[in-house]
């Protein structure tokens, strides 16, 4: 180990400096220690989830129904609403949803910016094969029809270790800011938890910002800028002490072209060993999403709507017409409220990928892990150099997967954001998130998290 002074740490210092609001206190206590009680979670301590101060010595279901034993009718709700199964076909319902994220999902605290949903991201994020309508949950005032509430869940079946489940994940948990604190978040994931047990399916994957009852696993999110100018003058980007514009600019810049050789998009004929890959590479991690031939068509290659631009992948291609490795990420704007000369903010959050370079080898295998390490650098910085030229302005990477081997390296900047992933009903022992346990810095030294699924 180098000592704390060195050059270089202070150059990734200065990087993980480059976001203002992210900017870590190296006293901060460890990010999944509980805000409260377990009494204190009146709702959470009520649902089958692991106890915060709970040994956890068998993994499995904690409470086993059947599909009889559920409720039949929709829980009740105050006569003024009325549940709603949005209907992500029709333009209607999806404007809705589009405004009722827009205004009331997660915003930074001084409301500069917002997620920019587009009706591609969300054809994409809730109609993966197999979603069902039942799951697109919402509440609406009965005399106006608003959309006041949603909570989406879509098909996602894991493994934990060596077992494999049928789960949902469950996402975009959003209460209109005028009805909030008044228990409609607990009502809608009681209600979507009914209508996923109507189906026999017992169990969910979902993450949050919040500590929850009790955290599986706990990743750090990073990000490399790409555009720092525009990120300054967003006021998303600050300038580090002892810095200067042109010295930032200088430090983050990337080139034009891709470097990896046989690098091209994914095509459609690529599917199957897209698929293969992917199959192969998972048993790396504890965590993971199974995923069919069908799946990896939907949410690797973006399915049959090649226009929109939320999911890319690309793929390598050897002399034999081999493919060896892929990489994806996604691409979900924000837009930047009262900003003179700018209005939107490109952001690109890395996605699945698998490379043959790990495929088999163990992430405590020095050799390969290095090796690893070397091929994933080439892959990531590629798929950097795609999305500058498709003017993304920030690309976001978690801790999870393999991604301790390249965040420092490639310039990633480590946030204050942390995003912890929850099991509904299942009790599993946790799982490396890609954080030092102490210091909440990421894993060095070629350690890596075992968490192998990506939410969005
Ligand atoms: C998250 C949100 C739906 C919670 O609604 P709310 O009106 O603040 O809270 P409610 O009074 O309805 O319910 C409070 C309960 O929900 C729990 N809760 C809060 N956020 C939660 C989350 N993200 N996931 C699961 N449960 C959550 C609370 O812990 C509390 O339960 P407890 O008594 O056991 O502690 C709301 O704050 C919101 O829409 N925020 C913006 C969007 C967002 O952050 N979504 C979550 C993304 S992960």
Redesign the pocket.
């Given at each position: 180990m180098s000592d704390g002074n060195s050059k270089e740490q202070q150059a990734k210092k200065s990087l993980a400096d480059l976001f203002k609001q992210m900017v870590v206190d190296e006293k901060e206590p460890s990010p999944a220690e509980p805000p409260?009680s377990m009494d204190?979670?009146?709702?959470?301590?009520?649902?089958p989830v692991p106890r915060f101060d709970e040994e956890i010595e068998k993994e499995g279901p904690i409470t086993i129904q059947t599909v009889d034993d559920v409720r039949k009718e929709p829980y009740p709700i105050h006569s003024s609403f009325e549940w709603v199964l949005l209907d992500l076909e029709s333009e209607h319902d999806l404007d809705q949803l589009h405004e009722l994220l827009y205004d009331?999902?997660?915003?930074d605290h001084d409301a500069v910016f917002r997620f920019a949903y587009s009706k591609d991201f969300f054809n994409w994020a809730l109609k993966p094969p197999g979603w069902k309508k039942e799951w697109h949950l919402g509440v609406r005032v009965k005399e106006t029809g608003k959309l006041v509430?949603f909570i989406g869940g879509v098909p996602g079946d894991l493994t934990i270790r060596n077992n494999d489940i049928k789960s949902v994940e469950i996402?975009?948990?959003?209460?209109?800011?005028q009805?909030?604190?008044?228990?409609?978040?607990?009502?809608?994931?009681k209600e979507i938890t009914r209508r996923v047990n109507l189906h026999n399916i017992w169990q969910a994957l979902?993450?949050?910002?919040?500590v929850?009852?009790k955290p599986l696993s706990t990743c750090r999110y990073g990000h490399r800028p790409l555009n720092w100018t525009k990120l300054y003058e967003c006021g998303f980007s600050s300038l580090p002490m002892g810095e200067t514009k042109a010295s930032m600019v200088a430090k983050t810049t990337i080139s034009n072209q891709t470097k990896t050789s046989g690098w091209r998009k994914m095509e459609e004929k690529d599917v199957e060993d897209v698929y293969k890959l992917y199959d192969a590479w998972k048993s790396r991690y504890e965590i993971t999403q199974i995923m069919t031939i069908e799946d990896i068509k939907h949410w690797i290659y973006g399915g049959d709507n090649q226009d929109g631009k939320v999911i890319h992948a690309y793929i390598v291609e050897d002399e034999n017409n081999k493919i060896t490795d892929f990489i994806s990420y996604y691409v979900l704007p924000f837009s930047v409220l009262e900003n003179p000369k700018h209005k939107e903010l490109g952001i690109a959050y890395l996605y699945y990928y698998a490379s043959e370079a790990g495929i088999g080898k163990s992430p405590n295998d020095a050799e390969s892990q290095e090796l690893l390490k070397k091929r994933l650098k080439s892959l990531v910085n590629d798929a950097m150099v795609e999305a500058k030229n498709q003017k993304i302005d920030v690309f976001n990477a978690l801790s999870s997967q393999d991604n301790t081997l390249f965040l420092d390296d490639l310039k990633f900047g480590a946030g204050d954001g942390f995003l912890h992933y929850?099991l509904f009903n299942y009790k599993a022992a946790h799982i490396s998130g890609g954080i030092d346990s102490k210091t909440n810095e990421f894993l060095d030294n070629n350690k890596v998290s075992s968490v192998g699924v990506v939410m969005l």
């Open positions: 409260k204190e979670y009146k709702f959470w301590k009520t649902q009331h999902y997660v915003e509430a996402n975009f948990l959003c209460v209109h800011k009805l909030r604190s008044k228990r409609l978040a607990p009502l809608l994931i979902y993450t949050s910002g919040t929850l009852p929850y």
